[in-house]
C-alpha cells in the first residue's frame, strides 16, 4: 500500500511525544492514514490527518460530541484516548504543514464487510443513525463548536468539498450529459425540501459498514471524521456507499427506515427523500475518486458508468425514485 505525504515519519514523531516506547503500523490510507499502535501502554489506533483536511478546532468538535455520546445509553461509540492531558496530537511534517493525529481505543474484530451486509444489518444501522439524531436534538454543543456542512453548496457547488463530479475518473462526455440531469434534478428537490431542524443537524455523514465494529453486545461506530451538519438522512445514503446499484438498495432503503423508526417518528414525505440523498452521494463518491486515487474503492473501473445507470433510473422513475 502507497504511503503519501511521510505519513509513516508523521505517525512515528506523533507517538514518540506520549509513547516513546510504541511504534505505528499501517493499517488503512483513505482520506486519512490509520495505524494500529504496537508496543505503547494499551492497544490503540492512531488515526493522521491528511494535511489541510481539519483543523484543531474541527478535530476538537469531534471528539466534543464523541464524549457527549459516551453516555447516550444502547449506543456505542469509538472511545478516544487522553494521554498526559493531550487528546489532540500534532507535528510537523517534511512539508512544513501542520499534522493533526487522534490516538482510540483499538477494539477488537475486524469492521464489517459490505459484502456480508443484510437487511438486519440496515435495520441496525437505521437504529443507530436515530439514536445520533435524537441525542443531536436534545444536545446543547460547547462554545466555540464546529465542523463542516454538506450542503448543496458543499456538496455540489462550484467549491464542493470533495470537487466536481464531472472530473471523476471515467467520466466521459456522453455519461457527463446523462448524470447532469440527475444533478439537477438533486438540487432542486433538496432545495424545495430546505434545511429546517426537524430534518438538518448534525449527522456521522459516514455511517456504513466498514465504519461499524461487531462486538459482543452489537456494533460499535467509528470514524466521526466526517461528522458534519447536513440531512438526517444522508446518514442512510452514506450506508449504500460504492454500492448503491445493488438491486437490494430497496430493500435495504425498507429495513433501514423500519429500524429509524423503532426510535424515532419520520414522515413518508422525509422517507421519499431517501434516493435524492442516494443519488447526492453518488455524485460526491465520483468526485472523491478523482483525488484518492490511492483508496482501494478507486480499482472500480466501472464506477463511473454505474454512477450514470443509477442517473438514468433516477431521472426515469417518477421524477426521483431509485427503487
Known amino acids: 500500500m502507497r504511503v503519501i505525504d511521510g505519513d509513516e515519519d508523521v505517525a512515528a514523531e506523533m507517538l514518540a511525544a506520549v509513547w516513546p516506547e510504541a511504534r505505528a503500523e499501517l493499517l488503512m490510507l483513505s482520506e486519512n492514514a490509520t495505524f494500529r499502535v504496537v508496543g505503547g ?4 489506533v492512531l488515526r ?8 484543531r478546532d474541527t478535530v476538537g468538535s469531534e471528539l466534543d460530541w464523541l464524549a457527549a455520546l459516551a453516555s447516550v445509553s444502547g449506543l456505542s461509540v469509538v472511545e478516544p484516548l487522553v494521554v498526559d492531558g493531550i487528546r489532540i496530537l500534532s507535528t510537523v511534517d517534511g512539508a512544513g504543514r501542520e499534522r493533526l493525529g487522534v490516538l482510540f481505543a483499538e477494539l477488537d474484530g475486524e469492521p464489517v464487510d459490505v459484502t456480508g451486509f443484510a437487511g438486519g444489518h440496515f435495520g441496525e444501522l437505521g437504529r443507530i443513525a436515530a439514536q445520533l439524531h435524537e441525542h443531536v436534538a436534545g444536545w ?3 462554545p466555540g463548536f464546529a465542523r463542516f456542512s454538506w450542503g448543496l453548496e458543499e456538496t455540489l457547488g462550484v467549491s464542493a468539498r470533495w470537487g466536481d463530479w ?13 448524470v447532469e440531469r440527475a444533478g439537477e434534478l438533486v438540487a432542486r428537490r ?3 425540501f430546505g434545511t429546517g431542524p426537524d430534518r438538518y443537524g448534525l449527522i456521522h455523514a459516514d455511517l456504513r459498514a466498514s465504519n461499524l465494529m461487531p462486538g459482543a453486545h452489537g456494533f460499535t461506530v467509528i470514524d466521526f471524521d466526517d461528522c458534519g451538519f447536513g440531512w438526517y438522512l444522508y446518514d442512510f445514503a452514506a450506508s449504500v456507499s460504492f454500492v448503491e446499484t445493488d438491486p437490494e438498495l430497496g430493500d435495504w432503503a425498507q429495513a433501514w ?3 429509524y423508526r423503532s426510535v424515532l417518528a419520520l414522515s413518508s414525505a422525509q422517507a421519499e427523500l431517501l434516493p435524492t ?10 468526485a472523491w475518486l478523482g483525488g484518492h486515487d490511492h483508496a482501494a474503492e478507486a480499482a472500480d473501473a466501472g464506477f463511473a458508468s454505474g454512477t450514470a445507470e443509477l442517473a438514468s433510473r433516477y431521472v426515469a422513475l417518477d421524477a426521483g425514485r431509485l427503487w
Do not use: E, F, K, N
Open 277 to 286: 440523498l442516494v443519488m447526492l452521494r453518488r455524485l460526491q463518491l465520483t
Open 190 to 192: 433538496l432545495s424545495d
Open 41 to 44: 501502554p494499551r492497544p490503540a
Open 166 to 178: 464531472r472530473r471523476g475518473p471515467g467520466m466521459t462526455p456522453g455519461l457527463r450529459q446523462t
Open 140 to 142: 446543547r454543543r460547547p
Open 257 to 259: 427506515l423500519d429500524g
Open 48 to 55: 493522521v490527518h491528511r494535511a489541510g483536511y481539519q483543523s
